[in-house]
């Protein structure tokens, strides 16, 4: 095996002030220009006009809107969690079980496996709790591990934009640098297009896709790459970025409103009757009695929008200590990659985009989040062969341990999100926010622990050349073995699809039930001899997560973008 050159990033990471440095507004549009209709209006076109004209007074159109909106209440929200730079999920997910050659060396070094210096001490190890297999990296989450759906036979690729979009759009031809089409969609949007309707700001993300140190500024412009604006508006991506800059983003909400879309509300509000009662108006409908209880809600207690939403958005003591929010965590910092201009994703730590995440959420603003690490490479821990060792080549130092990052941006922060949903009651409903929402666990691929040097052995190099190579080489480069794991109200909570062989370090393919592939051994990976894969069996990819998060959403992922892989069945639970 030869590994990837590794990336190379400048480790200052300079904290800026949010508020310091000019951040480019989303390009999203909150108002069309033209064509207006009143089947089409959102609720942040409501929002605007009743913040320009008030909210109208006529209680029979605002009981049938209620009357209407109820009738046809199907809450749902989703949150993707991604873990930029890949975790090592031999240590977490997708947990092997295997000798530290750190320790003990093999005179064959393309057999030997590196881990943690601790490796198979109390924690540094293999556990099983339930029905589900992890490694220590997964400790942190235990807890919540009755309530998840682990999938550990997983491949990707290796490349950090080329997966990362994969991640987004789901699995199909499509290149990176081309410009993006009317019928693609990422799982956000696609989830948005479904339920966002009625949400003033629904499709939050913290991902910023030019933080990518290694995309140039100028070749991925306009639709090239991830682009925020498929589907209709209401679906469209919104970068929240810091709290400061989300509040900047819905005084555009609270201030104005252009004539085209004023009078497509008048034009509704004059016949709030008739527009009740029809069916292809039923998504503006419920945009209205939507923003009516925003209006209402913000107005009752603050005197005015404004007041409310400045002064104490985000700005609540005790939960910033709920999720441990220090001043530091709402600042963004830069990374530089490879030589480049520093990038930022403009974005705060992810407790704060947690916490920002729930509140908007309970005040009926958003309903679907993209959470992702702050800092650009967060978890690229390349490291090469000839450091697992001190300078005398003999006292081992081991591979680099990912628990305390895995804390920070995952368990910690987590653990607070869940506990808020699961604490807050939907609108009197007697159902949680936690029972009504999704959680995706992902990153865009795994970590190496090994790597072959029979390529270096076979070149016409000097012995010392080889040695120099053999001790350069990256053993945690990008690797396409890797997993994810989904927790939240529709998730066949403690439960594991399939796994890695011990001897191949490859996923087992499973089959459409969630069972192993009979014929391979699931303890070696190998194809059992005289086997052949089972016709029906498959290794899942970015591509089945993006289908099953629909599916989880009770959306059918057929047809919602260009995806071509379909949901895996057996990560939903069957309600009784």
């Not at 297999?133 to 934009?161: N, Q």
């Not at 666990?441 to 190099?461: A, N, P, Q, Y």
């Not at 945690?476 to 994810?484: G, P």
């Amino acid at each position: 095996m030869n590994a990837p050159r590794p990336c190379e990033i400048d480790l200052d990471i300079v904290s800026q002030k949010a508020e310091s440095t000019p951040i480019q507004l989303p390009r999203r549009r909150f108002l069309r220009n033209a064509g207006v209709g009143a089947a089409a209006l959102t609720c942040a076109d409501f929002l605007r006009y009743f913040k320009a004209h008030g909210a109208p007074k006529d209680s029979r159109a605002e009981r049938l809107a209620a009357e209407a909106a109820d009738a046809n209440d199907d809450p749902h929200f989703l949150t993707y969690w991604y873990l930029e730079g890949g975790w090592c999920g031999y240590d977490m997910f997708n947990p092997v079980m295997t000798v530290n050659n750190v320790h003990q060396r093999l005179e064959r070094i393309s057999d030997e496996r590196y881990r943690v210096i601790n490796w198979g001490q109390e924690d540094y190890t293999i556990y099983e709790q339930g029905n589900i297999r992890y490694g220590y990296l997964a400790s942190g989450g235990k807890d919540l591990l009755g309530e998840m759906a682990v999938v550990s036979s997983m491949h990707t690729g290796s490349g950090h934009s080329r997966d990362r979009l994969r991640v987004h759009m789901g699995d199909y031809r499509m290149r990176t640098s081309d410009e993006r089409e009317n019928d693609e969609r990422s799982v956000m949007q696609a989830f948005a297009e479904v339920y966002g309707q009625n949400y003033a700001l629904p499709n939050l993300s913290w991902h910023w896709w030019l933080s990518d140190g290694e995309l140039n500024e100028v070749q991925y412009r306009g639709k090239r790459g991830y682009y925020h604006g498929l589907g209709p508006v209401h679906a469209h991506t919104i970068y929240a970025g810091t709290p400061q800059k989300l509040k900047r983003m819905i005084q555009q909400i609270q201030d104005g409103s252009d004539d085209p879309v004023n009078r497509a509300v008048e034009g509704f509000l004059d016949q709030a009757h008739q527009n009740v009662l029809k069916d292809d108006h039923l998504e503006s409908v419920k945009s209205y009695h939507s923003a009516r209880q925003i209006y209402r809600q913000l107005n009752a207690r603050g005197g005015s929008v404004a007041a409310l939403d400045l002064a104490q958005l985000f700005a609540d003591p005790e939960l910033k200590e709920s999720f441990g929010v220090s001043r530091e965590d709402e600042l963004i910092t830069y990374r530089s990659v490879n030589g480049n201009k520093a990038r930022s994703k403009f974005s705060p730590n992810v407790n704060v985009q947690a916490m920002m995440s729930y509140e908007m959420m309970r005040a009926g603003l958003s309903c679907s989040f993209f959470i992702e690490s702050r800092d650009v490479r967060r978890f690229d821990s390349h490291f090469s062969r000839k450091r697992l060792w001190e300078s005398d080549g003999r006292t081992p130092r081991g591979m680099p341990d990912q628990t305390k990052m895995m804390a920070e941006d995952l368990w910690n922060p987590l653990h607070a999100y869940v506990d808020k949903l699961k604490s807050t009651e939907y609108r009197q409903t007697g159902k949680s926010y936690y029972d009504l929402t999704n959680i995706v666990l992902t990153s865009e691929f795994g970590r190496s622990l090994h790597g072959g040097v029979g390529g270096i052995l076979k070149r016409d190099i000097s012995d010392e050349e080889k040695a120099k190579q053999i001790g350069g080489q990256d053993i945690c480069a990008h690797w396409k073995v890797t997993s994810c794991a989904f927790l939240g109200g529709n998730v066949k909570g403690d439960s594991q699809f399939g796994g890695i062989g011990e001897e191949t370090l490859m996923a087992v393919p499973i089959m459409p039930d969630g069972s192993l592939d009979p014929n391979y051994d699931p303890v070696t990976g190998k194809l059992r001899e005289g086997r052949k894969a089972h016709e029906k069996s498959f290794i899942p990819n970015h591509g089945d997560v993006y289908a099953t998060a629909l599916a989880l959403s009770g959306i059918d992922p057929k047809g919602k973008g260009r995806n071509e892989r379909p949901a895996m069945s057996f990560v939903v639970r069957k309600h009784s």
